[in-house]
């Protein structure tokens, strides 16, 4: 199995920065991709950035250019930058992992906040 535990999220203000970040355990060995989702009140959740062990990165077309996803293997985390930040992309922010047999891990979520 596969923990995963998010952090960072908070209230801030329009055009503003945070950084979330996401902490593996367990068998990490099985990962092979991490990604970020969020979820707003009364939607469903949609993709935010993904980051697999082949290949590049990915993002939405809404965050791309302002959010940035990093992975660091050695300490098993995976990061969210935020900038530009916008009302709209209040929500529930989790992170996700999927395995070599075929598990989608979640976190707990955290929520961000943007304010106008």
């Known amino acids: 199995q596969v923990q995963l535990v998010e952090s960072g999220g908070g209230l801030v203000q329009t055009g503003g920065s945070l950084r979330l970040s996401c902490a593996a355990s367990g068998i990490v060995i099985s990962i092979i991709s991490m990604d970020w989702y969020r979820q707003a009140p009364g939607k469903q959740r949609e993709l935010v950035a993904t980051?697999?062990?082949?290949?590049?990165?990915m993002y939405a077309d809404f965050v791309k250019g302002r959010f940035t996803i990093s992975r660091d293997t050695t300490k098993n985390t995976v990061d969210l930058e935020m900038n530009s930040l916008r009302p709209e992309d209040t929500a529930v922010y989790y992170c996700?992992?999927?395995?070599?047999?075929?598990?989608?891990?979640w976190g707990q979520g955290t929520q961000v906040t943007v304010s106008s």
């Open positions: 980051i697999p062990n082949v290949g590049t990165t």
């Open positions: 996700s992992a999927l395995t070599t047999y075929n598990s989608r891990r």
